[in-house]
């Protein structure tokens, strides 16, 4: 299995981006995938999951401004977010598990891509 993020990268407060996620590897009908974020510092948190009945679920801090979605054609993961703020500054990850509650269990990890938002 493996998971390669790109589109991070840096912009100003209020601005947007679109991280992508290809998957390969991992064929399971049943899954969760999802984007997780670690600042300096801070642990590691859960960003936006979603699961292969397309159930998504959002942190409070990012809900209204991130969207996860998924190209299954194309095995790709993607998560727009817009009106970034400076504390969503972070390496962020693209993740995948087995098709669980809540998606709180997630077995393959990407090598994250840093987005840092500035004031």
């Known amino acids: 299995v493996q998971l390669v993020e790109s589109g991070g990268g840096s912009v100003q407060s209020g601005g947007s981006l679109r991280l992508s996620c290809v998957v390969s590897g991992y064929t399971y009908s049943r899954y969760c995938m999802g984007w997780f974020r670690q600042a300096p510092g801070k642990e590691r948190e859960a960003v936006a999951v979603i699961d292969s009945n397309g159930i998504k679920n959002y942190a409070d801090s990012v809900r209204g401004r991130f969207t996860i979605s998924q190209d299954n054609a194309k095995n790709i993961l993607y998560l727009e977010m817009s009106s970034l703020k400076p504390d969503d500054t972070a390496m962020y990850y693209c993740?995948?598990?087995?098709?669980?509650?809540?998606?709180?269990?997630?077995?393959?990890w990407g090598q994250g891509t840093q987005v840092t938002v500035s004031s």
């Open positions: 993740a995948a598990g087995p098709f669980v509650r809540l998606c709180s269990q997630m077995h393959y």
